[in-house]
């Protein structure tokens, strides 16, 4: 499915580049770019969030929200499934981009399914 993009319609979509944006950010301004393992996933699940975010405010398909809700949810279960569960400020910045960004994509998926500019594509 796909919507038509109106200006009020690109909140989520935006939402979800600046949450991609200061979870690029948060390894180095919560101090834990040295640790390899939970920074480089904290960049590649940011870089991942920040390209499909911009492809969802040129047009949003549900694909796109599919995709930000699994990197959303990966990043909710990467802290201990990678190890570095007791790294708090690591940990905790995982799991609240993680919930904010699942969050996010479903809220948009709902307006998808409810919203009557929406057709399968």
């Known amino acids: 499915m796909r919507i038509v993009n109106e ?11 600046m949450l991609g944006i200061l979870l690029a950010a948060a390894p180095w301004y919560l101090g834990f770019a040295p640790d390899r393992v939970p920074a480089w ?12 975010s911009l492809l969802a405010l040129a047009q949003v398909h549900a694909w796109l929200e599919y995709l930000t809700a699994a990197i ?22 995982h799991a609240g981009f993680g919930l904010a960004l699942a969050i996010s994509a479903f809220s948009e998926l709902w307006r998808l399914r409810e919203t009557r500019t929406s057709r399968p594509v």
């Open 7 to 17: 200006p009020e319609d690109r909140f989520l979509s935006g939402w979800s580049l």
């Open 41 to 52: 996933n904290a960049w590649a699940c940011a870089g991942a969030v920040i390209v499909l």
């Open 72 to 93: 959303g949810l990966w990043l909710c279960v990467a802290p201990w499934a990678l190890g570095f569960g007791g790294r708090i400020p690591a940990a905790w910045t």
